[in-house]
């Protein structure tokens, strides 16, 4: 089955621990896409990459890092620099950017993440 | 910097009525807008994408329309179903080739 996998599917962190969130994808796209969701709130971009070994910041970067050895693979780290990290995290994939950014992504079923 | 806004309020009918959701965009001219529909606890999932040279979008029974002097577009889903109770979010093609999403309206059908 294509599709792009989230895991794990709940995570519990330590104040001061950083935690590292995956997400696998074999639909062969190019981009993909960190955002995460509060309770009543939108998506909210972390981070994006368009190609291998190149990333951009979105609009939430700060307290996050993430890296894009692999075409599918584009895992995201929580530092213990964030200050609110518990919240609903997607990872999602779409074809290309650019011209080609006029399709859809494609969305993992999400990590919870709570900071005990 | 890109803002899109959706009604954060829920909206409530009844079954067979058609729901109509609004998106506003400010400060961008999008090349083409998405809209998603997300149940709680699980991603998103593509519904229909429209492009700034068209005005309008179906898909069963769902409508789609794209108004870019106004910077809306509006949802339709006729016939409305119990099962099309859920959170729908619009998206653009933000600058620097990212998509960026709105804050959603919550979508309630009752028998």
């Known amino acids: 089955d294509g599709g792009i996998t989230q895991s794990p599917k709940y995570l519990f962190r330590k104040e001061g621990q950083n935690v590292t969130l995956s997400c696998e994808q074999n639909?062969?796209?190019?981009?993909m896409y960190w955002y995460r969701q509060d309770p009543g709130q939108g998506l909210r971009l972390i981070y994006y990459?368009?190609?291998?070994?190149?990333?951009q910041k979105g609009d939430i970067a700060e307290g996050y890092s993430v890296s894009r050895e692999k075409k599918e693979s584009f895992p995201l780290t929580v530092t213990s620099a964030q200050k609110n990290p518990t919240a609903f995290y997607l990872c999602?994939?779409?074809?290309?950017?650019?011209?080609?950014?006029?399709?859809?992504?494609?969305f993992g079923q999400g990590t919870r993440l709570t900071v005990v | 910097s890109q803002k899109i806004e959706q009604n954060s309020e829920a909206l409530n009918i009844q079954e067979g009525k058609t729901a109509t959701l609004t998106c506003n965009y400010t400060?961008?001219?999008?090349?083409?807008l998405q809209w998603y529909r997300q149940d709680p606890g699980r991603g998103p999932v593509f519904l229909l994408l429209i492009r700034e040279n068209e005005k309008e979008k179906r898909k069963e029974r769902l409508k789609v329309t794209f108004d870019t002097t106004l910077k809306q577009s509006l949802f339709h889903i006729t016939a409305s179903q119990p099962a099309d109770s859920a959170t729908y979010l619009c998206?653009?093609?933000?600058?620097?080739?990212?998509?960026?999403f709105g804050t959603g309206t919550r979508l309630q059908v009752f028998p």
């Open positions: 639909l062969n796209h190019d981009a």
């Open positions: 400060n961008y001219s999008p090349a083409y």
């Open positions: 990459s368009q190609i291998v070994n190149d990333f």
């Open positions: 998206a653009l093609d933000g600058d620097t080739d990212k998509l960026i």
């Open positions: 999602a994939s779409s074809i290309g950017t650019g011209d080609l950014l006029n399709t859809e992504a494609f």
